[in-house]
């Protein structure tokens, strides 16, 4: 099979993972490339940042938040089911639009020259990570059409589930992807995907060293939330709070800390919490393959059948107003928390591995005719 180049063009590396896509495809002889836009705030690797200023003022956030507020007041008035409903982008103004034209200007040239430094033209697939152009008219994605280039658009969460698809994308990709369970509830023609996970990378705390009493007796329970209100950290923090009155436990909140020193963190704990509150999506992240990949016990909510549809999961899936019970349950039995334990690395290898969603990966590429 002749070898296939894909680029992939993407707003942000979204939690690493467009990075982690890029580099498994290169690793299995699919020479790949990533040219993102916006510099996240956390130390995940870049192929081709181009670190454009994004849009951070009072203003703009509010904006997003009116827009946010706008969405779920229609999902309450129209009576719209919040799990499946799909959601189209356009400008809804002429200022909005007006806005989008002038920053694209200012900083087309910077990703044109990023586009002839990789040489685009010479990629046979062409992956767009949040399923959206750099352009308003999407005449780049167009274009590439045209050259009889394949295209691929790939979500990872709020941007198809809140911003929504954009529809001259939708009708133009030869193959949809999500990493997202809620949006296969959403679009009527997308493919899930677990995200690639190096689990090589994480060193697996032993049977010494986790059972080893701690020096103060207490259990060690970590939360590392990147946003309070999307993880359910004031529900998560409730909960702990109950836990301590019956049981003595040291409870390790762990915000804005380089990931080398977060993970240093991880590996002195014996729980983790990744999430909690019925926001959307998945359920677990990078986070919690991080703190699996290790042996802790993780707790999470998932939602909408999520986690009886997700094989042989790992997860003690607790919502708000059971996550007391299972944090006890952990630290009283120990043989659930040991059967937890177990199974929590060789599953992150199973789903997660490179091989593993490459060979579903290239499944569905075969499937559309792109391979």
């Known amino acids: 099979m002749e070898t296939k180049k894909v680029l992939h063009i993407a707003p942000e590396n979204t939690a690493g993972v467009p990075y982690n896509v890029k580099k498994m495809q290169s690793d299995f002889g699919m020479p790949a490339r990533l040219i993102t836009f916006y510099k996240i705030p956390f130390d995940f690797p870049e192929d081709i940042c181009l670190n454009l200023p994004l849009p951070r003022s009072k203003v703009a956030m509010k904006w997003r938040e009116f827009k946010q507020s706008n969405l779920q007041n229609k999902i309450k008035t129209e009576q719209i089911d919040k799990w499946t409903h799909l959601p189209y982008f356009a400008p809804k103004n002429a200022a909005e639009k007006g806005y989008m034209k002038l920053r694209e200007n200012r900083n087309k040239p910077k990703f044109l020259k990023a586009l002839d430094e990789v040489d685009a033209e010479n990629f046979d697939i062409i992956h767009f990570d949040g399923g959206i152009d750099f352009f308003q008219d999407s005449h780049l994605a167009k274009a590439f059409k045209m050259k009889g ?103 390790i909140l762990v915000e804005d800390t380089p990931r080398d020193e977060l993970l240093k963190i991880k590996r002195t704990c014996h729980i983790a919490i990744d999430q909690i509150g019925n926001r959307g999506g998945t359920g677990y992240g990078i986070n919690s393959l991080e703190t699996l990949s290790m042996g802790l016990p993780t707790i999470t909510d998932m939602n909408c059948g999520m986690d009886t549809w997700l094989p042989e999961n790992p997860f003690i899936v607790a919502d708000k107003d059971s996550l007391a019970e299972k944090i006890i349950d952990l630290i009283d039995m120990k043989e659930y928390r040991k059967d937890k334990r177990d199974a929590s690395r060789g599953w992150v290898e199973k789903y997660h591995s490179y091989a593993s969603v490459f060979e579903k990966l290239k499944e569905y590429y075969i499937k559309s005719g792109i391979l």
Not at 152 to 179: A, K, Q
Not at 184 to 196: E, S
Not at 202 to 219: C, N, R, T, V
């Open 149 to 251: 280039k394949k295209l691929v658009n790939c979500y990872f969460g709020d941007d198809l589930r809140t911003r929504g698809i954009v529809r001259e994308m939708d009708e133009i990709s030869d193959l949809n992807l999500t990493f997202e369970y809620d949006h296969t509830l959403r679009h009527p023609n997308i493919n899930f995907l677990f995200f690639p996970f190096d689990s090589s990378a994480i060193e697996y705390i032993s049977d010494e060293d986790y059972w080893a009493s701690p020096a103060d007796g207490k259990l060690r329970i970590i939360h590392s939330p990147t946003q309070r209100i999307i993880k359910g950290t004031p529900e998560i923090i409730a909960a702990i709070e109950e836990v301590k009155k019956h049981r003595d436990i040291e409870f």
